[in-house]
Antibody
Framework: QVQLVQSGAEVKKPGASVKVSCKAS????????INWVRQATGQGLEWMGW????????GYAQKFQGRVTMTRNTSISTAYMELSSLRSEDTAVYYC???????????????????WGQGTLVTVSS | EIVLTQSPGTLSLSPGERATLSCRAS???????LAWYQQKPGQAPRLLIY???SRATGIPDRFSGSGSGTDFTLTISRLEPEDFAVYYC??????????FGPGTKVDIK
């Protein structure tokens, strides 16, 4: 079965960086984009960016441009999200999510985020 | 960047009632790349609907999605106790941006 398992909770000081991992299993890692989404306590979902594990191509939300880096290690089917220059407002649960694909008889299309990791709480505090 | 607005912010209903949730986009959503998610406290979101109207694997048929362009709707035909949660819409066609709406909370009246 498809699973995305994320690394454990982190506590960081302002100005530091954090790197969260997301290990995929149960499917071909390089066949589906990985997205990162965060959620502050009591708030909504915020999309951060995506990565194509096959090519390594990425796309980031404007808000995080210059501060976020998404990478992968295909040999261990793991995606990473690194966020730098942390501030207190970055305190949130960070999720990785697989972007599904569905195919008709003629074409294939993106199909929403069909599998999610369990979330990683990142706390930024002095 | 496409901005999504959801209404109402909170919907108070009783089990067995019909829920109608709205999602409006600031620009037309490409190829109906519109998804709906359900989230319960302490859990990751769960995909309900993709492509505006296709149910994800394992989603009961009381959930249905409709709409195109800038106006989309999620309907829950008869609320079950486990359906009380927060619902988010998301557009994922405006690459590279895949924005979420602010959410609608469905709570028990």
């Amino acid at each position: 079965q498809v699973q995305l398992v994320q690394s454990g909770a982190e506590v960081k000081k302002p100005g530091a960086s954090v790197k969260v991992s997301c290990k995929a299993s149960g499917y071909t890692f390089t066949s589906y984009d990985i997205n990162w989404v965060r959620q502050a306590t009591g708030q909504g979902l915020e999309w951060m960016g995506w990565m194509n594990p096959n090519s390594g191509n990425t796309g980031y939300a404007q808000k995080f441009q210059g501060r976020v880096t998404m990478t992968r290690n295909t040999s261990i089917s793991t995606a990473y999200m690194e966020l730098s220059s942390l501030r207190s407002e970055d305190t949130a649960v960070y999720y990785c999510a697989r972007e599904g694909v569905y195919c008709s008889s003629t074409s294939c299309y993106a199909g929403g985020f069909d599998y999610w990791g369990q979330g990683t709480l990142v706390t930024v505090s002095s | 960047e496409i901005v999504l607005t959801q209404s109402p912010g909170t919907l108070s209903l009783s089990p067995g009632e019909r829920a109608t949730l709205s999602c409006r986009a600031s620009q037309s959503v490409s190829s109906s790349y519109l998804a709906w998610y359900q989230q319960k406290p302490g859990q990751a979101p769960r995909l309900l609907i993709y492509g505006a109207s296709s149910r994800a694997t394992g989603i009961p048929d009381r959930f249905s999605g409709s709409g195109s362009g800038t106006d989309f709707t999620l309907t829950i035909s008869r609320l079950e106790p486990e359906d009380f949660a927060v619902y988010y819409c998301q557009q994922y066609g405006s690459s590279p941006f895949k924005t979420f709406g602010p959410g609608t909370k469905v709570d028990i009246k």
